[in-house]
């Protein structure tokens, strides 16, 4: 919230009370790593030599329930993402995707980074706390 290297773009109503969805834009700066250096630094360390300054990442990418489906949720905030990123003058844009978000990543203009994890792909394992820990 205080990181002046990151920006976030909301799509909400005309009248200001619901909003739609929203994407954040990172930009690299030494100071705070990427989400994508903390997601998979341990898996990979070479995501830190290139997750450098000029490099960002766009992410928190999401979409009310209520758009999706539309055409106005996912793939027109991950646009809005690319786009501020160019204005930023970045030199390149990572986006970390699931596998059923690899084609929204694609359909910007994404190509697969070969070089980290098994060519790209990465086997996550998630810890599940059960009770929830608050």
Not at 104 to 111: L, N, P, S
């Amino acid at each position: 919230m205080h990181h002046e290297n990151t920006f976030v773009v909301v799509a909400e109503s005309l009248d200001r009370t619901k909003v739609y969805g929203g994407v954040r834009v990172q930009v690299a700066d030494g100071q705070l790593p990427l989400p994508i250096e903390t997601a998979i630094g341990r898996y990979d360390p070479a995501i830190h030599q290139q997750a450098t300054p000029g490099s960002s990442e766009i992410c928190g990418l999401w979409n009310s329930m209520e758009v999706a489906g539309m055409g106005i949720g996912s793939i027109f905030m991950a646009r809005v993402g690319v786009v501020l990123a160019m204005q930023l003058n970045v030199e390149k844009a990572f986006f970390l995707c699931a596998p059923v978000t690899v084609r929204i990543g694609k359909r910007i203009g994404g190509v697969i980074e070969t070089s980290l994890g098994n060519k790209g792909d990465f086997f996550i394992p998630k810890t599940i706390l059960w009770p929830p820990q608050w």
